[in-house]
């Protein structure tokens, strides 16, 4: 809503010296979002004046037609001569009354007048467009031409108005009443403490029998209709500029009279009206609810099928009006148009005004059926005052006949439905216990009034709201009215005391040690959007049956390329990487952790339960059991070099084992030691894939993935070279976890190194050796590590050696060579007989 | 060596005389004054202190003397190896104290010398911020709550006291989850459009008091530019108690700004409009670039708040007696207070993030510098 700080003074009696900064102080302090205070002429420096064109000569030979014109100004200029100019525009003839600038004026924007030569000629001065004044666009795109009655000298600055202050105010869905005048004078009286001039507050003749026939056949969409006839509208009549200048400031474009009246007065009032060509109206007017595939052309020119539940407006011929949304066509009121033969202007001369009430939610839901946001539909749906539409209708009334020289007639339709007052009960002291400040019943009472409420009772309040707020229904509402114009922002600052809390879940603990981890290890953490698209699923070489085809599906992605969730967290990491590669930075080690989306196909969808009491467990499990699975994870991304070459020596690429142990990182973090086994599965290289795998009640279960890339995946996605990846999700290794530690004992009695190389075939894995010579060892083994591996003539064709150093200790003891040795040779012996393996002499 | 022999005079032992002692004093003094190093000292100790030394010598000739004669000529000897010895000793201490310097000069590297093998990792500065807002409830007593991404609209909406015409829940802010089966089938699942809904999970599965804060990714249908993104943070917060008041709210919300930006940071409750909350208001803090300062002042305009003074953080307000209502709660036991932030905004003006972009994105270059705790 655009407010006019000089149309506001006409209800509220502001301080001359109060600014638009001032207003919006105060109305942000009871709550009206005023986003911006737009300073109207802000550096306009006359001379501007009403001129009227005396000669218009057509100058030849320009890129464009040019006009040399001479212009009365009166004395404006001081010495009564033609004001001689130059002229661009062409919606002008001899004769027209303009708007001129005269040399030594300022216009907005800091453009300063005088003078010049132009197209071969001298011009003294310019005749002025809307938009050079910023009057804003009034779509001709020529310059101003005023009503004839205007007076040629009359200073233009004032007769325009240029000079305002208009106040943006963001209306929430809750104040309606906001999205006029009205309200916004009511806000604007309350906030200073001053009287409000109430301008719905006027003579209506009691409705009679002889008004427009009305049949309201849908009483809870139309719970109130008020038809008025004016007739004798003069064609001729102009909107005055005044009225263009409200409807300027206020956003509006000024189009004809009667229009302009009807949009004037649901400004100023918030009622919407409608005003139909009454010649062009066949029979009573009915208001009903469509009938499915009925058709209408709306006054935007749009053909429109209507469905059951939209309220349509109609005559003997059908729907003339979507009701609180948008006329018809085939009533719309004429603009005037000079008559060929005898020159005359022709057009509307009698009206028919509608002032409805229209259920909020039927209008919304129509208005978005339809795609078809208009002022009315935004002010239906918010909530109008019922109470105000005779009002508004005699306002309307009223106009025309100062306006257009109409006549009223007599009759007065008026259809209501009854309804009763709102009432609302209270404790007197509810407002202080929401607030925690003590106001008192007096204070309430004094605010609820202000707001517009009747205020009955003691300490229990019986409070009945005005028509205007259908907002208020509950009494935490009435207390945000009194807590708001008391001001929110003198309410005290105290801490509740909460219970002792129990700080982090372990589950919670776990998400936060990945992360450290991880960066850590090197790791660059990235934030990637969840959306991906089958494409890249193909380019990953993931097949049709595999589980992460199961996406969950958008209705309204914001890309058709990408409507599904992810099912992994590798393409948005890898999207990622491939960015960063092509700005240039190629060593990269990236990770993410967050859910992926898992549709089961056993998902029902989720019901609309109720909510005036709480949903037994099984209607809860009833939602839950709509959504997908959403596991979190956690994945990396690696390309070219993981360690550096420099002064120090050679440096080393990532690859498959970097994506690997970082898998084993993150496991730790969840005091998992992972099982790793070869595997092969896309993306992944087959040969240099790795399953991940922990143990869990006592089974594996598989937790991940981890390797290089397959190669066709790399130059299908253009990644760099040996790309690496790993994913892991975070709650099967949850399910994993050991629990709490059982610090080990640590014994002090020397330790016992031996060196073990055995040879393998190459295909055994390094991982089943190791198991072997574990278990061949027994207790006295304290640790083993594999130091070498070694493939090449002496061990044989198809074979590798793999040389560990076994270090024995016991608890409590110094243990023999003998010792040492027999557990060595129970270790060879187990690998021997195990893997095959062969001792190395 | 001369025999023992009783009429023998001490004196008249050559290597004895307190002359020639005293002169081969003087050689093995000058002689390790000389030793230029280690190798040199050691030559000259041999040949000053070893068995075939004058000294040595002359200490053998001691038993040869006449007992009355033995104590005055074993003084004289045993001073004099002393004296030896203890310039011996000093010497080599000198000298290894010397070898030592030079090895630590000639050991000595330039430390300035870059090492960065491997760079370092980072957190993503909205995870890190995330915990640090948490980490400031957690420390009051709040716990951490949780709830889906893919949520039912019963929790992001209905439960929220957000009618089914309420224009928050129309397709162009909402993403919806389409249904099973055949096309148009409404699965009745939205991507949650705010951390809210765990409000309404939180409350359903929790008795009062509650007190929690939940930090999440949440999800509206814009389109990515410089302050807008389809994906974005927020953390909810709610406590729901025996007597809560909107100055409890106040309080609650100047600590947290406090405690995020700094003590001398004030908010500001103007009165707005939420479904779920009444009383609701928008909260504002003094902006954190400008300090207001830019207010009125045309030389020193802010971005940041649009000279404006304050930035807008988000929605709060009294639990709606609806949502407790929904939810189980009793409205006439129980009163609480919410709050939702945006949490990449308050990033972005926290650390001078100029491009929304930038945080989703994934460049090392800008995640880096953040480390792992901002």
């Known amino acids: 809503m655009r407010v006019p700080l000089s149309w506001l003074r006409e209800y509220v009696d502001l301080p001359a010296t109060t600014t638009g900064r001032d207003v919006q102080e105060k109305l942000i302090a009871v709550g009206l979002e005023v986003e911006t205070v737009e300073r109207l002429g802000d550096g306009l420096k006359g001379p501007l004046v009403v001129g009227q064109v005396l000669t218009i000569e057509e100058l030849e030979g320009f890129k464009k037609p040019i006009r040399f014109c001479t212009v009365d100004v009166g004395r404006a200029n001081r010495t009564g001569e033609p004001q001689e100019i130059v002229c661009g525009a062409r919606n002008f003839s001899v004769g027209d009354k303009v708007v001129v600038v005269l040399p030594g004026a300022v216009l907005p924007g800091d453009f300063k007048i005088a003078a010049r030569k132009t197209y071969g000629r001298t011009s003294h001065g310019m005749i002025c467009s809307g938009d050079e004044l910023g009057m804003g666009d009034d779509g001709s795109g020529g310059i101003i031409v005023l009503p004839p009655v205007t007076e040629v000298g009359t200073d233009a600055i004032e007769l325009l108005e240029l000079v305002d202050e208009v106040l943006d105010i963001a209306v929430t869905p809750d104040r309606g009443y906001c999205l006029s005048m009205r309200g916004v004078a009511r806000e604007t009286a309350t906030a200073f403490g001053l009287p409000l001039r109430d301008p719905a507050l006027l003579d209506v003749p009691p409705p009679n029998a002889g008004g427009y026939p009305v049949k309201v056949a849908d009483p809870i969409g139309c719970s109130r209709f008020t038809a008025r006839t004016v007739t004798g509208l003069e064609p001729e009549a102009r909107t005055p500029i005044w009225m263009q200048r409200r409807l300027q400031k206020a956003g509006m474009r000024p189009l004809s009279l009667a229009v302009d009246v009807t949009n004037y007065v649901m400004l100023e009032l918030g009622q919407p009206l409608h005003a139909y060509d009454r010649q062009t109206v066949d029979g009573p007017i009915g208001v009903r609810r469509a009938t499915p595939g009925e058709q209408l052309t709306t006054l935007d020119g749009t053909k429109r099928v209507l469905g059951a539940e939209d309220l349509v407006i109609t005559d003997n011929r059908g729907p003339i009006g979507l009701a609180g949304v948008m006329g018809g066509a085939n009533t719309e009121i004429a603009a005037p148009v000079a008559d060929p033969e005898s020159g005359r202007l022709r057009g509307t001369t009698d009206v028919v005004i509608e002032a409805a009430h229209f259920d909020a939610i039927t209008i919304a839901r129509a208005a978005r059926r339809h795609k078809l946001s208009s002022e009315a539909a935004k002010r239906f749906e918010r909530g109008v005052d019922p109470e105000a539409a005779s009002a508004a209708a005699q306002r309307t009334v009223d106009l025309l006949v100062l306006l257009a020289g109409g006549t009223a007639e007599e009759g007065v339709t008026e259809i209501v439905s009854p309804r009763g007052p709102r009432t609302i009960t209270i404790p007197a002291d509810h407002p202080d216990k929401v607030a925690g400040v003590v106001y008192g019943r007096e204070t309430v009472v004094r605010r609820l009034q202000q707001v517009g409420c009747d205020v009955y009772g003691q300490d229990e309040l019986v409070v009945s709201v005005p028509s205007w707020r259908p907002d208020l229904s509950d009494p935490n509402d009435l207390a945000e009215e009194v807590i708001r114009l008391e001001g929110y922002e003198n309410l005290p600052s105290t801490l509740p005391l909460p219970p002792a809390g129990r700080g982090l879940t372990e589950r919670q603990r776990l998400h936060r040690r990945v992360g450290r981890a991880l960066a850590g290890a090197g790791y660059v953490e990235t934030l990637n959007y969840p959306f991906i698209g089958s494409a890249v699923l193909d380019q990953l070489g993931i097949e049709a049956d595999d589980p992460r085809r199961d996406a969950v599906t958008l209705v309204n992605p914001l890309s058709d390329e990408e409507p599904d969730l992810r099912t992994t967290l590798i393409p948005g990491l890898l999207g990622a990487l491939r960015r960063n590669y092509g700005r240039g930075t190629h060593d990269l080690a990236l990770f993410e952790t967050g859910p992926v989306f898992r549709a089961t196909g056993e998902e029902k969808p989720a019901r609309r339960l109720v909510v005036d009491r709480r949903p037994t467990d099984d209607e809860i499990a009833s939602l839950d059991a709509s959504l997908p699975q959403q596991p979190r994870r956690a994945a990396v991304?690696?390309?070219?070099?993981?360690?550096?070459?420099?002064?120090?020596?050679?440096?080393?690429?990532?690859?498959?084992?970097?994506?690997?142990?970082?898998?084993?990182?993150?496991?730790?973090?969840?005091?998992?030691?992972?099982?790793?086994?070869?595997?092969?599965?896309?993306?992944?290289?087959?040969?240099?894939?790795?399953?991940?795998?922990?143990?869990?009640?006592?089974?594996?279960?598989?937790?991940?993935?981890?390797?290089?890339?397959?190669?066709?995946?790399?130059?299908?996605?253009?990644?760099?070279?040996?790309?690496?990846?790993?994913?892991?999700?975070?709650?099967?290794?949850?399910?994993?976890?050991?629990?709490?530690?059982?610090?080990?004992?640590?014994?002090?009695?020397?330790?016992?190194?031996?060196?073990?190389?055995?040879?393998?075939?190459?295909?055994?894995?390094?991982?089943?050796?190791?198991?072997?010579?574990?278990?061949?060892?027994?207790?006295?083994?304290?640790?083993?590590?594999?130091?070498?591996?070694?493939?090449?003539?002496?061990?044989?064709?198809?074979?590798?050696?793999?040389?560990?150093?076994?270090?024995?200790?016991?608890?409590?003891?110094?243990?023999?060579?003998?010792?040492?040795?027999?557990?060595?040779?129970?270790?060879?012996?187990?690998?021997?007989?195990?893997?095959?393996?062969?001792?190395?002499? | 060596m001369s025999a023992p022999?009783?009429?023998?005079?001490?004196?008249?032992?050559?290597?004895?005389?307190?002359?020639?002692?005293?002169?081969?004093v003087d050689e093995a003094l000058a002689a390790i004054a000389a030793a230029a190093d280690l190798e040199a000292l050691r030559e000259v100790k041999v040949a000053h202190t070893g068995d075939r030394s004058p000294l040595a010598l002359a200490n053998r000739e001691i038993g040869a003397l006449p007992p009355h004669a033995k104590a005055d000529a074993g003084k004289r000897v045993g001073q004099a190896?002393?004296?030896?010895?203890?310039?011996?000793?000093?010497?080599?201490?000198?000298?290894?104290?010397?070898?030592?310097?030079?090895?630590?000069?000639?050991?000595?590297?330039?430390?300035?010398?870059?090492?960065?093998?491997?760079?370092?990792?980072?957190?993503?500065?909205?995870?890190?911020?995330?915990?640090?807002?948490?980490?400031?409830?957690?420390?009051?007593?709040?716990?951490?709550?949780?709830?889906?991404?893919?949520?039912?609209?019963?929790?992001?909406?209905?439960?929220?006291?957000?009618?089914?015409?309420?224009?928050?829940?129309?397709?162009?802010?909402?993403?919806?989850?389409?249904?099973?089966?055949?096309?148009?089938?409404?699965?009745?699942?939205?991507?949650?459009?705010?951390?809210?809904?765990?409000?309404?999970?939180?409350?359903?599965?929790?008795?009062?008091?509650?007190?929690?804060?939940?930090?999440?990714?949440?999800?509206?249908?814009?389109?990515?530019?410089?302050?807008?993104?389809?994906?974005?943070?927020?953390?909810?917060?709610?406590?729901?108690?025996?007597?809560?008041?909107?100055?409890?709210?106040?309080?609650?919300?100047?600590?947290?700004?406090?405690?995020?930006?700094?003590?001398?940071?004030?908010?500001?409750?103007?009165?707005?409009?939420?479904?779920?909350?009444?009383?609701?208001?928008?909260?504002?803090?003094?902006?954190?670039?400008?300090?207001?300062?830019?207010?009125?002042?045309?030389?020193?305009?802010?971005?940041?708040?649009?000279?404006?003074?304050?930035?807008?953080?988000?929605?709060?307000?009294?639990?709606?007696?609806?949502?407790?209502?929904?939810?189980?709660?009793?409205?006439?036991?129980?009163?609480?207070?919410?709050?939702?932030?945006?949490?990449?905004?308050?990033?972005?003006?926290?650390?001078?993030?100029?491009?929304?972009?930038?945080?989703?994105e994934g460049d090392v270059r800008f995640t880096r510098p953040f480390g792992m705790e901002i």
Request: glycine share 8%; net charge negative; with cysteine.
């Open chain 1, 637 to 841: 991304v690696l390309a070219g070099a993981r360690e550096q070459a420099g002064w120090w020596g050679a440096g080393y690429p990532t690859g498959w084992a970097d994506a690997i142990e970082a898998g084993r990182a993150v496991a730790r973090e969840a005091g998992v030691e992972l099982i790793v086994r070869q595997d092969q599965h896309a993306p992944w290289h087959p040969g240099r894939c790795a399953a991940l795998l922990a143990v869990a009640d006592g089974e594996e279960i598989l937790v991940g993935n981890a390797g290089e890339l397959h190669p066709r995946v790399i130059k299908s996605l253009g990644l760099p070279e040996r790309t690496s990846a790993m994913e892991i999700d975070l709650d099967r290794l949850e399910r994993a976890a050991s629990g709490v530690l059982k610090a080990p004992r640590i014994s002090t009695f020397p330790v016992a190194t031996q060196d073990v190389a055995l040879v393998v075939e190459a295909a055994v894995p390094a991982a089943e050796v190791e198991t072997a010579l574990r278990d061949g060892a027994g207790e006295l083994l304290e640790s083993l590590r594999l130091f070498d591996v070694f493939t090449g003539e002496q061990v044989g064709a198809g074979k590798k050696s793999l040389a560990y150093a076994l270090r024995f200790r016991a608890e409590d003891r110094t243990l023999t060579a003998e010792e040492a040795s027999a557990a060595r040779d129970a270790a060879v012996a187990a690998a021997v007989e195990r893997v095959g393996a062969v001792l190395r002499g």
């Open chain 2, 5 to 24: 022999n009783k009429s023998y005079d001490p004196v008249e032992v050559e290597a004895l005389k307190p002359e020639e002692i005293a002169r081969r």
């Open chain 2, 81 to 360: 190896r002393g004296r030896v010895n203890q310039a011996l000793k000093a010497r080599q201490e000198e000298l290894e104290a010397e070898r030592d310097a030079r090895v630590l000069v000639e050991e000595a590297v330039d430390v300035t010398l870059p090492y960065e093998r491997i760079a370092s990792g980072a957190r993503h500065p909205l995870t890190a911020f995330m915990e640090r807002v948490a980490d400031v409830f957690v420390a009051m007593g709040y716990e951490v709550a949780e709830g889906p991404e893919v949520e039912a609209e019963w929790f992001n909406f209905d439960a929220l006291n957000f009618v089914p015409d309420h224009p928050a829940r129309q397709m162009q802010d909402t993403f919806f989850v389409q249904g099973n089966g055949t096309q148009g089938d409404e699965s009745g699942v939205v991507l949650r459009t705010h951390t809210s809904p765990v409000q309404a999970r939180t409350l359903v599965d929790r008795e009062p008091p509650v007190y929690v804060v939940c930090p999440g990714r949440v999800y509206r249908t814009d389109e990515l530019d410089a302050t807008h993104s389809p994906v974005f943070h927020q953390i909810e917060l709610l406590a729901v108690d025996e007597g809560l008041t909107m100055a409890d709210l106040k309080g609650t919300l100047d600590h947290m700004v406090q405690a995020l930006f700094g003590p001398d940071m004030k908010t500001r409750l103007r009165p707005n409009y939420f479904p779920f909350t009444e009383p609701s208001a928008e909260m504002d803090m003094v902006c954190y670039v400008c300090r207001g300062e830019s207010v009125g002042n045309p030389d020193r305009p802010c971005r940041t708040c649009s000279s404006e003074g304050w930035i807008e953080l988000g929605g709060c307000g009294m639990v709606n007696p609806k949502v407790l209502v929904a939810c189980g709660v009793d409205p006439e036991k129980y009163s609480g207070f919410a709050f939702g932030f945006g949490i990449d905004r308050m990033l972005m003006f926290r650390h001078n993030v100029e491009d929304m972009r930038d945080m989703f």
